[in-house]
């Protein structure tokens, strides 16, 4: 089993920023990736970003240039810049860890990031 904690969420106004912070642990064996999902009121549940154990990375067209993600496997954490946010940012965030062997992976309980002046 795997527990994924996420913090970090909250109001920002647009234009601001947060920073997303997922804390993993539990047996990690077969981890290849990490990433951030977000689902917004009425919508379904999209990637935004993520991060291989080899360092690769994915990001959603509408969040290119705007949002980094990072991992720090010492710590098996993984983070997400935001940067420029948008009202449509506005969402839960989720982070989601895949493993080899486990379909869908695991996922946190999620966080609430809301934009708006």
């Known amino acids: 089993q795997v527990q994924l904690v996420e913090s970090g969420g909250g109001l920002v106004q647009p234009g601001g920023s947060l920073r997303l912070s997922c804390s993993a642990s539990?047996?990690?064996?077969?981890?290849?990736?990490m990433a951030w999902y977000r689902q917004a009121p009425g919508k379904q549940r999209e990637l935004v970003a993520l991060?291989?154990?080899?360092?690769?990375?994915s990001y959603a067209d509408s969040v290119k240039g705007r949002f980094t993600i990072s991992r720090d496997n010492a710590k098996n954490t993984v983070y997400l810049q935001m940067n420029s946010l948008k009202p449509g940012d506005t969402a839960v965030y989720y982070c989601?860890?895949?493993?080899?062997?486990?379909?869908?992976?695991?996922w946190g309980k999620g966080t609430l990031v809301t934009v708006s002046s």
């Open positions: 991060k291989t154990n080899r360092g690769s990375t």
């Open positions: 539990g047996t990690l064996d077969g981890l290849y990736a």
């Open positions: 989601n860890a895949d493993l080899i062997g486990v379909p869908g992976g695991y």
